[in-house]
């Protein structure tokens, strides 16, 4: 029973009860602490606002930012936190991002506002959204990548293992930009593209960073995280590197969140797609004004 | 009826199926509830928010 407890666990990083514990007592920070979410919705919109398109069902996931409505005739809001999608600009359901309750072919958009790096399964997350968008419908997500508060993370490290001697699990894995391109092609998107934007924050100080962390209910919701608080003298340690490192001249710290943004289109018959290998009816050689030659070794295709 | 301002989305009633199982759901207006029958659960709406969270539905008796 504990193995097969153990074995669940290693497939499931992330305690999900304890994530939607924490968005749940976040909502009553927001939106001050909120302005991550807030910013990252403005982006989002703006991406929006670059497609020539308009959206009749619109889904956001996460999405938190009252002054940010959807522009789409139907738009619906979904929270992990019961609490949160009350708090929604329009009509809401409370959700868990692994188990979508959303009709195969129904929705003409999919958002989610930093909602997806907290998923243990984001290869079946994005599945259930390609399934659950009508042909040609568009996918756009942002999330928080590998490289979000690295500073900060190397700090902790660094203090933890010069007084403790050894390091404990306390900070949670993250998705990289170069695996999300491949996931998305995976998951059955037509014209995939994932790319990252990042996004500086300056602070008093490293615990002040921390502080708006445990606001905004992003600290860590790793099943084997260490669960007791940090010993005193590796906060103090890590505050010291940190302030060390990354102070500017008016003595504020910086901090950057990496934002990974991921687009893609469900299949819809008039998209463009690549051509078939061997179809083209004019030689490269032709159009480029050169004369073709043979690789030393290669076939000529027939 | 009471319950017009809470009342839930009929587009969004239209588009939400069954988390677990993807079948349709069976709308219960008295009991502000949304089933389903396949997962045998019945999932709260409260303030006209549908709490599609398995952890939060209740489970159905055999005679339901």
């Given at each position: 029973m504990q193995a097969a407890m153990n074995e669940n666990k290693s497939l499931s990083p992330f305690n999900r009860s304890l994530v939607k514990m924490r968005r749940a007592r976040a909502a009553q920070n927001m939106p001050q602490a909120g302005f991550l979410h807030q910013e990252v919705a403005a982006r989002l919109?703006?991406?929006?606002?670059?497609?020539?398109?308009?959206?009749?069902?619109?889904?956001?996931l996460g999405w938190d930012a009252a002054e940010h409505p959807l522009p789409a005739e139907h738009a619906f809001y979904a929270d992990l936190a019961a609490n949160r999608a009350q708090a929604m600009p329009g009509p809401a359901v409370a959700c868990d991002e692994e188990v979508l309750p959303i009709a195969e072919n129904s929705l003409s958009l999919l958002l989610s506002?930093?909602?997806?790096?907290?998923?243990?399964?984001?290869?079946?997350?994005?599945?259930?959204?390609?399934?659950?968008?009508?042909?040609?419908?568009?996918?756009?997500?942002?999330?928080?990548?590998?490289?979000?508060?690295?500073?900060?993370?190397?700090?902790?490290?660094?203090?933890?293992?010069?007084?403790?001697?050894?390091?404990?699990?306390?900070?949670?894995?993250?998705?990289?930009?170069?695996?999300?391109?491949?996931?998305?092609?995976?998951?059955?998107?037509?014209?995939?593209?994932?790319?990252?934007?990042?996004?500086?924050?300056?602070?008093?100080?490293?615990?002040?960073?921390?502080?708006?962390?445990r606001a905004m209910g992003e600290t860590n919701a790793v099943h084997d995280r260490q669960k007791t608080m940090w010993r005193r003298d590796v906060l103090l340690e890590a505050c010291r590197l940190y302030c060390d490192r990354h102070s500017n001249a008016e003595g504020r710290i910086l901090a950057h969140f990496q934002v990974l943004f991921l687009t893609g289109w469900a299949p819809g018959p008039n998209q463009p797609r690549p051509k078939q290998p061997g179809s083209a009816k004019a030689r490269l050689a032709d159009a480029l004004g050169t004369?073709?030659?043979?690789?030393?070794?290669s076939r000529r295709p027939d | 009826m009471t319950l017009e301002k809470d009342d839930i989305d009929p587009k969004l009633l239209e588009i939400l199926v069954c988390p677990l199982t993807k079948s349709t759901l069976r709308y219960d207006r008295a009991n502000q509830e949304l089933i389903s029958d396949d997962a045998g659960l019945a999932f709260p709406i409260r303030d006209g928010v549908p709490i599609m969270l398995v952890d939060e539905a209740r489970r159905l008796d055999a005679q339901e």
């Open positions: 919109l703006e991406r929006l606002d670059d497609i020539n398109r308009s959206f009749d069902t619109a889904f956001a506002n930093l909602s997806l790096h907290w998923v243990n399964d984001l290869p079946g997350t994005l599945i259930q959204i390609n399934r659950a968008l009508k042909p040609d419908g568009f996918f756009l997500a942002a999330m928080l990548g590998g490289e979000t508060l690295s500073d900060l993370r190397r700090a902790l490290l660094d203090a933890e293992l010069a007084i403790c001697g050894g390091v404990r699990p306390r900070l949670s894995p993250m998705a990289e930009v170069r695996d999300l391109g491949g996931l998305l092609q995976r998951a059955g998107f037509a014209m995939p593209v994932a790319d990252a934007e990042t996004i500086p924050v300056s602070y008093a100080d490293p615990l002040a960073l921390m502080r708006d962390l004369k073709e030659m043979q690789v030393k070794g | -």
